[in-house]
């Protein structure tokens, strides 16, 4: 059987800096906590929690008092900085530049739409790291879209400010932005700001490449990544025979049947050690009974 790791999957350019951070700090010993878990994978966060990192919540920030606190890639906003302080923790900071270009650029958006009674709305996961820290940027309201239902929000005869949280679907950024502009009193009063990372993004129509060219698709990623829901959807899209896991546990024996290749890739809090045990379990059959897979993402 042919298998074939995506060369282009696994961590983009922030997740690698956040855990060369955490890793640089663990090496210099002493307590080092991470707010929220560095990537959206529990496999790597366990990797990391051995080596000797914490890993906190926002109402636990206490535990790091006199310590040391990292900021990971998906950034926080301005009172999280300021508890930081407060409390005397040192920050050790890897929120994303792309991140940290668009909390600025919701700061400005914000400006701008105060004198002129607009509104600003981002398209992204409600409660997701990322969005929590971009709608924290300011104290003036900021409109959260999952889909086109959520539309219903936003007052049309006002003028709009849309932006995306980083890992979105340019397709679904550019359906909303069109479909805002189409109910707007003044199209022209709607500003469509796109700020999804290119590095992200430039993967969907990689990956619907890549996906075509195998008999079966095994993409990894954990299941509290945002990334990785759009992505394994970009993948299934492709392909049919797209199964999701989280780690190599979790495949099944069925899915390989009458397969002659198989593509596995995954998503920008994907390591690629773990796309490496994935395709060793699958080269060395090390496949548990089929009970055990999951789609967890259908």
Known sequence: ????????????????????????????????????????????????????????????????????????????PPTTYAEARRLGI????????VVARLQARVVQAHAEMQPVGGQVVILGKRGHAEVVGLTGQVGEPTIVVESEEDLAQIDFARPIHFLSQTTQSIALFEQLGTEMRRRAADPAAVRIDDTICRQVSGREQHLTRFAGQFDVVIFVCGRKSSNGKVLFEVCRRANPRTYNIEEAAELQTGWFEDAASVGICGATSTPKWLMQQVAEAIRNEELPPSAFGKTCMK
Request: hydrophobic share 45%.
């Open 1 to 76: 059987m042919q298998i074939e790791i995506d060369d282009k999957s696994g961590f983009c350019f922030g997740v690698v800096r956040a855990i060369d951070e955490a890793e640089a700090a663990l090496a210099q010993g002493g307590a080092v906590f991470s707010l929220g878990d560095i990537v959206h994978n529990r496999i790597e966060v366990q990797r990391l929690e051995q080596l000797g990192l914490h890993t906190l919540t926002r109402d636990g920030m206490a535990q790091a008092a006199g310590g040391r606190m990292l900021i990971r890639a998906h950034g926080e």
């Open 90 to 97: 040192g920050i050790i900071d890897a929120t994303c530049p």
